[in-house]
């Protein structure tokens, strides 16, 4: 909200130091984001009139103006296009310094010498027109000569933008502000008290009948009659008011009541009564298949039913004596009863709604106003009569002849009852950590409106009805607690740092999480993060047709899918790099993917709903790990060796290998994969291999065809889930102190068998001499038939307490070689 | 030509053409036929110039014809195209097939250079270092989240005033605006209460860090996918002075010693009092700059006391029971350590960038 500080001293002593005063409001919570200063640095200039203008030679943009100043004539280059000879414009002379900080120097241009600058409102900071000069109306006192402040009457501000907080809406107002600076001060604070109005003869309720048909939605609704209205300017000190707070003036009428409402934060409305029907005011839900059209030309259609959670579908709106819809209650007024140059006689509503009841209409029809959002947030339901008064005392001013009907029209409805809480010291130090005096306690909450009364070394406080946020006991006393620390000051409050037995630590996916990324930043790659929310075309790329998680309404409309794999995401990176001629590199990320429930083996099913009572589907998480590998020689070797450095980072146990068995997952290269499995739980980790050169082709355009691109794909979850992948176990394995020696085997085997297979069989046959087996030869050709390999084992044989001897050796490889053959049919080549 | 311009030559040049391109053994041998077949010197181009020197009806119905062979000759071609495609793709990716579990136990050379870990990673263990030094343990929670989990156990009801504020992104799920993407890592708090209050585990001493989404037009310094660290504690005995503690030693612990933290009065719905952060500019170290808007301070998050209804929306007694808690994000703390000037380099994944963490 913009007030100006001049506006705020009118209720209480104000620091004499701007940098206090603007401290002050952020430790009270009202956070001051910006500062602008309104007229001041205008002392230099000047009003001018001017007397010639004439082009400059070899220039069309810019013309050069002679102006008098009251004692001579000046010369001055301008761009500006909107005044003629005789007009009174503001210069700036040589040597003034503009409030955006512009020092006017002489100048020359195109031969011609400037002696200053004439403005345009923005250069000024009086208003955001820089579409030419600001040119002046000829008034008393406007006259050449005359500094611009005082010819325009402009009494130089400052104006705060103070960001209100959405649990303070009696705050949303100047003298709201004012309030709570006064309780901090402990200075005396001086609330608007408007002139009770001089009533006419005429009553009233003779003249607009009020009804609230449904009371739920309307806890209050006033009605006050002025008749003998003329419809005209405001006067200039409300004009300038409100164009400092941001509002357009428009006629006293309007602005009287968007005057009371800065002020004291209550909307008004009014209504031309010789344009109401019937007369009178019915507040009521909108029935379905009605419409209202509004003052800014919009129709609306009412009571369309629900769109959103926890939206009823509800409008409320009032009604004219036909019935018929005039205005969206809390929200906008209708476009029939607006007032006008005719208008003489006001109906002036001044009501209290149901904050639910404007936000879901407002949020319905896209229509936030600056009423809506004030009753949204809840309004003083006791401030209407004080508001109707002081807009009726306002419009005094202007309409000589205003006469206001006796009596204010109030209908009741349900109206919410002020909380009562019993505040003790004990209490408050449970939630401050401070004990304070109760009587200090009294002071501050009595200082922004609460009632307080002492009772039995405790108070007793009702909270103010313009503080609706104060809730019933047990809760509401948290409120009231902040209320005081607020006054009191947090910066006064003590601290502690509180410390416990039991020792920090890590949920054990964050600590394989580091693992994963210490093990692969060891490989050399480089960590990527790349977006969740992504295109149609990712999927694409990766020829995956199964039902995308989409998001409703996408930041970029070209994005609107959340990712089901991070390897479009990687070779988007890749690409970037590559553009970049610096795309030999190893890339990693690990993060979320998403799978929709109809896709997921088993649907993810979470509190939701209504009030979160039902279970509702939602789209599945999975994090991966996985790693791109794009630099020179890299290729499904390389995959399987970061496969190795991850595997051992997590001591996994028995993830193994799995060859030629379905199909790869998208984008992966069909013939280079190897799913990883964990023996015991049969679990799928993720994969192993390369990237589909057809993919990496499209999605890498300046990649070299012949680079092999190094794929790995693994679940962080699967791998940290003890049931589903086994760990080593923490028994360390002390190395024997006798020689070892190892066995070579050549073995022919069906293509059929897997390596770990023929590991495992050589690893049984060996017994507990063999300590370790490792295939490190493939062979597939001459002399080998055709549908079988050869795999060159090297088998290391040991043993704790001893050499092994040769026959011991012989017999180990003996019993190897024929454990093969019999359970692998494996001759030795 | 040699053959007669007639329906039943026609006829015939289809099926021969058809039955030559279905024979067609390789791409090769196609790229071939489609120049006898298609291109300006085959039999069908040549009829097709005839047509003019026939009378109208001879012309209309032997047109009609010639058009329907290229058709079929032309759908033949692309049929074989791809089937063929197809096969040399899975002759290409045969000729490629390579065993991985043949290489499981290859030797390699160790890389001689030394990866790096994405600056916000960095920053978020760093983080996280310092929480748990401080008694924390790090959790954390899914990224979509239903409303219930977001707003509603958070104190924030559908239609409430502080929705407005979130930007919120929805997950096309179950009812409209009932799934969403977190707007902060504050739901994950809820499913720790209720995990502690059904395992019986309280009390709560936890970090959460992760990736939240707004709806906010992205520019150098905002994101819409970011991440932020939440903290809850919720134990006997805790204060709004436990909370300015914290905030001050994680300050001083991360930024150094001589930033300092302060709280302002602020309003989040699910806690209260509730304030905001700040910490001395890390720029001018409270010197004053443009950076921190020549106030000497940065705001860095939000915090508060755990209001009560909060903990009775999960079943803990907040007559027992209190605590605090705070967020803030990762992203930021990168941002105004490292004073980088466009956010969008994080998620640019240049190498140059990389490299420097």
Redesign the interface.
């Known amino acids: 909200m913009r007030v100006p500080v001049s506006w705020l001293a009118a209720y209480t002593a104000l620091p004499d130091d701007l940098d206090e005063l603007v401290a002050t409001l952020d430790d009270l919570g009202l956070v001051v984001e910006g500062v602008e200063q309104v007229g001041r640095g205008l002392d230099d200039v000047v009003v001018v009139r001017v007397e010639r203008i004439d082009p400059i030679e070899g220039a069309d943009r810019i013309r050069l103006a002679t102006v008098h100043d009251g004692h001579q004539s000046v010369e001055v280059v301008c761009g500006a296009w909107n005044f003629d000879v005789g007009a009174l414009v503001p210069l700036a002379p040589v040597g003034a310094v503009l409030p955006d900080g512009t020092a006017i120097a002489r100048r020359t241009m195109r031969g011609v010498t400037s002696n200053g600058m004439l403005c345009s409102g923005r250069e000024l900071g009086l208003g955001e027109d820089h579409e030419g000069l600001l040119v002046l109306e000829p008034a008393d006192g406007v006259v050449p000569g005359r500094p611009l402040l005082a010819a325009l009457g402009i009494v130089p501000d400052t104006v705060l933008d103070i960001a209100i907080e959405g649990n303070r809406p009696d705050a949303w107002c100047v003298e709201g502000i004012a309030r709570d600076l006064a309780a901090r001060a402990r200075a005396p604070f001086h609330p608007v008290v408007p002139a009770p109005p001089a009533a006419g003869p005429t009553r009233a309720d003779q003249l607009v009948a009020v009804e609230i048909v449904d009371p739920d939605l309307c806890g209050r609704f006033t009605a006050t009659v002025l008749e003998g209205v003329t419809v005209e300017p405001s006067p200039e000190w409300v004009q300038r008011r409100l164009e400092r707070c941001g509002m357009r003036p428009i006629n006293n009428v309007v602005d009287a009541s968007n005057y009371v409402m800065l002020e004291l934060g209550q909307p008004t409305h009014a209504y031309d009564r010789d344009r109401l029907a019937g007369a009178a005011l019915r507040v009521r839900r909108a029935a379905p298949g009605e419409d209202l059209a509004l003052l800014d030309g919009t129709v609306v259609e009412l009571a369309q039913g629900a769109v959103v959670l926890g939206d009823t579908g509800e409008d409320l709106v009032i009604c004219d004596g036909d019935d018929t819809p005039i205005g969206l209650a809390g929200i906008m007024g209708g476009a029939s009863t607006e007032i006008d140059g005719t208008t003489t006689t006001v109906v002036l509503e001044a009501a209290w709604f149901d904050p639910m009841a404007v936000a879901r209409s407002a949020k319905r029809h896209r229509l936030r106003t600056e009423a809506s959002a004030r009753f949204e947030r809840g309004c003083d339901p006791m401030a209407c009569d004080r508001a109707a008064a002081r807009v009726v005392e306002l419009l005094a001013e202007t309409s000589p002849s205003l006469r206001v009907a006796a009596g204010l029209v109030d209908a009741r409805g349900t109206l919410p009852v002020p909380a009562v809480l019993t505040v003790d010291a004990a209490g408050l130090a449970a939630r401050l950590g401070v004990t304070l005096e109760l009587e200090e306690v009294a002071r501050l909450l009595s200082a922004i409106g609460f009632v307080v009364r002492a009772r039995e070394g405790a108070l007793e406080v009702t909270a103010p009805t313009a503080r609706p946020d104060v809730r019933p006991a047990p809760f509401g006393l948290a409120d009231v607690a902040e209320e005081v620390a607020r006054l009191y000051g947090y910066a006064a409050l003590p601290t502690r740092v509180p410390s416990w037995p039991a020792p920090g630590a890590m949920a054990p996916v964050v600590s394989a999480r580091r693992s994963v990324r210490e093990a692969l930043v060891g490989l050399g790659a480089l960590e990527a993060w790349t977006a969740t929310m992504v295109g149609e075309g990712d999927a694409e790329l990766l020829g995956d047709e199964a039902e995308r998680v989409r998001v409703t309404n996408p930041v970029a409309q070209d994005e609107p899918v959340l990712r089901s794999s991070l390897l479009p995401g990687l070779l988007g990176a890749l690409r970037r790099n590559v553009e970049r001629r610096q795309g030999d590199v190893a890339l990693f990320e690990v993060g979320t993917t998403f799978a929709h429930h109809a896709v997921a083996p088993v649907p993810r099913l979470e509190r939701g709903g209504s009030h979160g009572t039902e279970l509702v589907k939602v789209p599945s998480e999975d994090e991966r790990v996985a790693l791109l590998l794009a630099r020179p020689g890299d290729g499904a070797h390389t995959a399987v060796v970061s496969w190795r450095a991850l595997r051992e980072a997590l001591r996994l146990a028995d993830v193994r290998l799995d060859v030629g068995r379905g199909a790869p997952p998208h984008g992966v290269h069909p013939t280079r994969f190897a799913t990883l499995v964990d023996a015991a739980s049969t679990a799928v980790v993720g994969v192993v291999g390369e990237v589909d050169p057809s993919v990496a082709a499209r999605a890498v355009p300046g990649l070299d065809p012949a680079r092999r691109l190094g794929w790995l794909d693994v679940s962080l979850g699967v791998l940290v889930d003890p049931e589903l992948t086994r760990r080593l176990s923490e028994v360390a394995v002390v190395p024997s102190r006798f020689p070892t020696s190892d066995v070579d085997l050549a073995l022919v085997v069906d293509e059929s068998i897997g390596v770990h297979e023929v590991k495992a069989v050589l690893r049984a046959a060996a017994g507990e001499l063999c300590e370790s087996v490792a295939c490190f030869d493939a062979y597939r050709g001459a002399g080998i038939p055709d549908g079988a390999k050869s795999l060159a084992l090297r088998v290391r044989l040991g043993a704790p307490d001893r050499t092994l001897s040769e026959a011991a050796l012989g017999e180990a490889r003996a019993a190897m070689i024929d454990a093969a053959a019999t359970r692998l049919r494996a001759t030795l080549r | 030509m040699t053959t007669s311009f007639d329906a039943a030559a026609v006829d015939a040049h289809v099926d021969d053409a058809v039955g030559r391109v279905r024979g067609a053994a390789d791409l090769d041998a196609l790229d071939a036929l489609d120049a006898e077949l298609a291109g300006r010197r085959s039999v069908l181009a040549a009829w097709h110039r005839a047509l003019g020197g026939l009378d109208e009806d001879a012309r209309r119905s032997l047109g009609r014809r010639l058009h329907e062979a290229t058709r079929s000759i032309d759908a033949a071609r692309a049929e074989r195209r791809q089937v063929l495609g197809e096969a040399a ?1 899975r002759e290409r ?2 000729a ?13 050379a160790a ?8 600056l ?2 960095r920053t978020r ?1 760093e983080l ?1 270092d310092v ?10 929670g ?8 977001n707003f ?2 958070l104190n924030i ?6 929705r407005t ?1 979130h930007d919120t ?11 969403v ?1 977190r707007t902060h890592t504050s739901p994950v708090q809820v499913r720790l209460m209720e995990a502690a209050v059904r395992d019986d585990d309280l ?1 709560l ?1 936890v970090v959460v860090p992760g ?1 939240v ?1 707004r ?4 520019d150098a310094s905002h994101l ?2 970011f991440h932020q660290i939440e903290g809850l ?1 919720v ?1 006997e ?6 909370l ?3 905030i ?2 994680f300050t001083a612990a991360y930024f150094g010693a001589d930033i300092r933290a ?6 989040f ?1 699910f806690t ?5 952060f700040d910490i001395t500019c890390t720029i001018c170290r409270g010197a004053r700059c443009r950076t921190c808007g020549y106030t000497g301070w940065m705001e860095l998050g939000g915090s508060g ?1 755990v ?3 909060v903990f ?1 929306a999960v079943g803990i007694d ?2 027992r029971w ?1 605590g605090f808690a705070f967020g803030f994000g990762i992203d930021r703390c990168a941002f105004m350590r490292h004073q980088i000037a466009d956010l969008r380099a ?7 960038f ?2 420097q963490f």
């Open positions: 793709r990716l045969e490629d097939r390579l065993s991985l579990d043949e290489l499981e136990d290859l030797v390699v890389p001689v250079e030394r990866g790096h870990r994405h916000i990673t263990d996280e929480f748990v030094a401080l008694g924390f343990t790090v959790a954390e899914p990224e979509i989240e239903t409303d219930w989990y509603e156990a009801p559908p239609g409430h005033p502080a504020m992104i929805y997950v096309d799920a179950g009812p409209a605006e009932s799934v993407l009390p001493h990736r989404y709806r906010d037009t992205p819409v996918e504690v134990d005995g805790i204060t709004f002075a436990d300015a503690g914290t001050q030693s302060r709280l302002r009065p602020s309003y719905p209260e009092p509730s304030a905001e006391v209001d009560p209804a009775t907040p007559a209190s994080l998620t640019d994944n240049d190498v140059r990389l490299r």
